[in-house]
């Protein structure tokens, strides 16, 4: 399987094949390791990579993927394949942003109908004792913010809206 994703607006580019049950080879950038997967739940998993022990929580939304390994968080932003090829002709389309995780909102750092840019903060979240931003996942103008600082939120749920 070949895939390919952005941390930090730098491309990475991944092949993953199967050894054995559990066990997988992964090529990133063109260096290979073996990696031992062992699955803990739907979110968590345990990775021994050359040797080292690696625990990872993986949560996603719309826009992106938000993994915790060994208490380092990182956001991995999904990209459409307009945003891949550069499509200058792609129209921005409304986006909503809703939780990957439950938790509660600490601080609202943006007011709906303010502009705002790809990646920029919008609201910080508390979950699992972190305390996580929550960034617009494209350029545009915040359209719609359901919540407020304070209020807790389950998985899943619609946070804002930007256009």
Known sequence: MNLSFWLNNREYRLTV?????????????GNTYEVAVEF????????????????AIICSNNSAFRVCV?????????????????????QRQ?????????GKIV????????NVEEGQAVLILEAMKMQNEIKSPQKGKVT??????????ETGALLFSVE
């Not at 990209?79 to 792609?90: A, D, E, P, R, Y």
């Not at 409304?94 to 439950?102: E, F, G, I, L, N």
């Not at 719609?144 to 939120?153: H, L, P």
């Open 17 to 29: 094949k199967g050894k054995k049950k559990n066990d997988i080879l992964v090529e990133l950038n």
């Open 40 to 55: 803990l739940n739907s979110d968590e998993i345990l990775l021994i990579i050359d040797g080292k022990i690696y625990n």
């Open 70 to 90: 060994n208490g380092l968080s990182f956001d991995i932003y999904k990209k459409s394949v307009s945003q891949i090829l550069g499509g200058k002709h792609s």
């Open 94 to 102: 409304k986006r909503d942003v809703k939780t990957s995780m439950a």
């Open 107 to 114: 601080k609202v750092l943006m007011t709906e109908g303010e």
């Open 144 to 153: 719609k913010i359901v919540r407020s600082a304070g209020d807790s939120v």
